[in-house]
């Protein structure tokens, strides 16, 4: 299985991105909001954390094709596996109703706003409702994502499970998830690396004692 690509980006169209590595050239599917983060790269050398699927109907004898999905993240990759895991998607919608970054959409699940669920291309009012019920309690960690990318993913990587474990260290001390997550934005915002938990939680606790 591919999980990662990296070579020079030929071509950038709507749905897709054009990866050459001689002496080959990949067609990679991309959602929206991984389009806009390459709009800028064609010409040159990307990497694309990628998922390999197998698109068509067996059963209806239509022709079997691989293809490739590609993301900025594994922590992307890995949101993307988990909204396609809801009854009614399936890789084509969710790759379509993709169009706002990771975060947002987490933060929306989470939050059980499905309204905001609902304006995703392709996802009405009653798939976001099954979104929200399926998906809503895995969502701290993408909601708090710590993004990143290229040869900085193996630090990402370090400071996103940080952040995992402070967020559950806070549920632990009585603090709900939304308070958990809203202690965690400014310290994130700062994008201050913290490669251990106990900076990560004072600086959550000196942000604390300043708003107070």
Same mark, same amino acid.
């Given at each position: 299985?591919?999980?990662?690509?990296?070579?020079?980006?030929?071509?950038?169209?709507?749905? @897709?991105?054009?990866? #050459? $590595? =001689?002496?080959?050239?990949?067609?990679?599917?991309?959602? *929206?909001?991984?389009?806009?983060?390459? %709009?800028?790269?064609?010409?040159?050398? $990307?990497?694309?954390?990628?998922?390999?699927?197998? =698109?068509?109907?067996? %059963?209806? #004898?239509?022709?079997?094709?691989?293809?490739?999905?590609?993301?900025?993240? +594994?922590?992307?990759? !890995?949101?993307? +596996?988990?909204?396609?895991?809801?009854?009614?998607?399936?890789?084509?919608?969710?790759?379509?109703?993709?169009?706002?970054?990771?975060?947002?959409? /987490?933060?929306?699940?989470?939050? %059980?706003?499905?309204?905001?669920?609902?304006?995703?291309?392709? $996802?009405?009012?009653?798939?976001?409702?099954?979104?929200?019920?399926?998906?809503?309690?895995?969502?701290?960690?993408?909601?708090?994502?710590?993004?990143? #990318? #290229?040869? =900085?993913?193996?630090? !990402?990587?370090?400071?996103?499970?940080?952040? *995992?474990?402070?967020?559950?260290?806070?549920?632990?001390?009585?603090?709900?998830?939304?308070?958990?997550?809203?202690?965690? +934005? /400014?310290?994130?915002?700062?994008?201050?690396?913290?490669?251990?938990?106990?900076?990560?939680?004072?600086?959550?606790?000196?942000?604390? @004692?300043?708003?107070?």
């Amino acid at each position: 299985m591919i999980t990662k690509i990296k070579g020079n980006l030929i071509r950038l169209d709507e749905n @897709s991105a054009t990866i #050459g $590595i =001689d002496p080959f050239e990949y067609e990679i599917l991309i959602p *929206d909001f991984t389009r806009r983060h390459l %709009q800028m790269s064609v010409g040159s050398e $990307i990497s694309l954390i990628t998922i390999q699927y197998i =698109d068509g109907n067996v %059963q209806k #004898g239509g022709r079997m094709t691989p293809r490739l999905i590609g993301f900025n993240s +594994e922590i992307e990759r !890995e949101f993307f +596996e988990l909204f396609c895991s809801v009854d009614g998607l399936g890789v084509k919608k969710a790759l379509r109703a993709m169009v706002r970054p990771v975060q947002d959409v /987490a933060k929306a699940i989470e939050q %059980q706003d499905t309204k905001v669920i609902a304006t995703l291309p392709g $996802i009405g009012p009653a798939t976001a409702e099954r979104i929200v019920a399926k998906l809503r309690r895995k969502m701290p960690k993408f909601a708090l994502m710590v993004t990143g #990318g #290229g040869e =900085d993913n193996d630090l !990402e990587q370090v400071e996103r499970n940080v952040v *995992d474990e402070t967020f559950q260290i806070l549920l632990t001390l009585g603090h709900s998830e939304s308070d958990a997550r809203r202690l965690l +934005e /400014a310290p994130l915002a700062s994008k201050t690396k913290f490669k251990d938990v106990e900076s990560l939680l004072q600086a959550v606790y000196d942000q604390s @004692s300043k708003v107070q």
